[in-house]
């Protein structure tokens, strides 16, 4: 028995180790195999450096390659084709806001006295009326102003009668008595032409006249008659409105752009067709944290006053951006991921050109790249220049047409016929479903072909909308029947391509309008 377990033992240590030397050889055998071919990997290493390259890579793009055409006169006319010229020229853009009409607090004025006392009369006794510089305002009673105009009297006369005095420093005491007095009386704000009168007349007036310091409108009201007052009280405010200011709220985004010395226009609902033109003044330097906008402060002359304090006004400020390259903003097709520009070149071709855009004035879009000056552009009928240029990719390389012809693509149109039917129908704005029917010139239904729909509707300047492009790829249901589903953003007339392919070969194309339900 012991003997039988010693040899069961030494078997089974045998055979461990056995093993592993087998494991050994095998990994050696598999590291000599990699170093002799590196370019070889498993299978998980290769999925994921597939997926890592294709996770680097950019995505290809979807749009539909564009080739340079040529359209005969005739059809350029019947299809409304119009051009314009890519120019250079100095051009300013334009921030449009709202601003509110406020008092110039530069002309402001206020009317106080620096003494106390009792308001005897008042002749300007009601807001908003107009006065002009010097025209009276109040009477005041001051014991103070009474007691000082007395001892003024007093060292006038005393300074005329010891003015020979022979006595040293009599005649030097007096004279600075009466100085010192009528400069108190000065810095009370008395004016001269009452001390004049006061030494003139030798006699005490009880009451004194304010007057109005400026010509303008009283804005604020609080003297009253037997009311006292006293130095620090503000009697009448008076703001002269022949200049005003606009305070217009302009977005933290436009600020960058806004410049002091800028011109800027106003327009009011009260005044129809009327423009008033100003200069900015002033940009504060904090942004409201609300609304995301800082005041812009305008100065607008005011002769008439027509601008009224308090007024709602609508605000245009101009923004030189120099000399720029400009074409019109029809002539830009947008197709969501690039602009586009059609260039009539001097051989009869209209070229299809990617061009970089910068910002858009008025009925103009800056030009960065892609077109030079003096080029002509189509500035309409873009989108049946756009399907005519991707049927012409479609249908393979480009070969001019021979010398003469009057039609570049007329003899290259597949016979294939492609009817499109809508769910719900007409079509509205939001998801629809599209089917079309393919069949060949004897009306046998096309099989196994790639269909694509296409939807286009202008950009619409006037009303701030962007031109729309929605690409429907349809699926084959047998039978010559594909469908899909697409999603319009707006209601209205959409230019509709349609495009079916077959083992790369363009076999039908189709272009018509289709009007949608639903408003914009």
């Known amino acids: 028995m012991k003997t039988y377990r010693i040899g069961f033992l030494l078997a089974l240590i045998g055979n461990i180790i056995l093993a592993v030397v087998l494991v050994g050889l095998w990994l050696h055998y598999r590291a000599a195999k990699a170093t002799a071919n590196p370019e070889t990997k498993s299978p998980n290493s290769a999925a994921q450096d597939s997926m890592a390259t294709s996770m680097a890579a950019p995505p290809a793009s979807t749009e539909a390659p564009l080739v340079p055409i040529q359209i005969s006169p005739q059809r350029l006319q019947s299809i409304g084709v119009k051009t314009g010229k890519v120019e250079r020229k100095s051009v300013a853009d334009e921030i449009r806001t709202t601003g509110s009409v406020a008092v110039d607090e530069r002309r402001l004025a206020y009317v106080q006295v620096r003494f106390s006392g009792y308001i005897q009369k008042v002749f300007v006794d009601a807001t908003y009326q107009y006065v002009i510089k010097g025209q009276p305002l109040f009477t005041v009673y001051s014991p103070e102003l009474v007691a000082t105009e007395r001892e003024y009297l007093v060292a006038k006369q005393n300074q005329q009668e010891v003015a020979q ?11 600075s008595l009466l100085d010192a007095t009528a400069e108190r009386l000065k810095q009370w704000g008395v004016p001269q032409k009452e001390i004049a009168r006061l030494e003139s007349t030798g006699q005490v007036q009880q009451e004194l006249e304010v007057d109005s310091p400026v010509s303008g409108y009283i804005t ?35 600020l960058e752009r806004v410049r002091v010395g800028a011109p800027a226009t106003l327009t009011v609902n009260t005044y129809p067709g009327r423009t008033f033109t100003g200069r900015v003044d002033f940009i504060y330097p904090q942004v409201d944290m609300d609304t995301r906008t800082a005041k812009v402060r305008i100065v607008f002359s005011n ?41 009539t070149r001097s051989d009869g071709y209209i070229e299809p050109r990617e061009v970089q855009l910068g910002s858009r004035v008025g009925d103009e879009f ?5 077109l030079k000056v003096g080029e002509q552009i189509v500035t309409s009928a873009n989108f049946l220049i756009d399907s005519e240029s991707q049927l012409q990719a479609a249908l393979g390389s480009f070969v001019p047409p021979p010398p003469g012809a009057s039609a570049a693509s007329a003899s290259n149109v597949p016979p294939g016929n492609l009817d ?11 998801s629809n479903v599209f089917h079309v029917k393919l ?6 239904p096309i099989s196994g072909a790639e269909v694509s729909v296409t939807f286009f509707m202008p950009a619409m300047p006037a009303m701030g909308m962007a031109s729309m492009r929605v690409p429907v790829t349809l699926s084959d249901k047998a039978n010559g029947l594909y469908e899909g589903s697409g999603q319009l953003d707006s209601g209205g007339t959409w230019q509709v391509t349609i495009l079916a392919k077959k083992n790369g070969q363009l076999i039908a194309t189709k272009q018509l309008s289709l009007n949608a339900t639903g408003g914009m």
């Open 165 to 175: 005095s022979t006595v040293q420093g009599v005649a030097f005491s007096a004279t």
């Open 303 to 343: 002769a008439g006053l027509q601008l009224k304090p308090g007024m709602f006004v609508n605000v245009s400020l101009k923004v030189p951006m120099g000399s720029q390259v400009v074409i019109p903003a029809s002539g830009v097709l947008q197709s969501g991921t690039r602009e586009i520009a059609f260039v």
């Open 439 to 444: 069949t060949d010139a004897s009306g046998a």
């Open 220 to 254: 604020e009201r609080n003297a009253l008659p037997s009311v006292a007052v006293q130095p620090e009280m503000r009697l009448y405010t008076i703001a002269d409105l022949s200049t005003v200011w606009v305070q217009a709220q302009v977005f933290q985004n436009d």
């Open 366 to 370: 800056v030009v960065l790249k892609g």
């Open 420 to 430: 499109l039917s809508t769910d719900p129908n007409p079509p509205r704005k939001g």
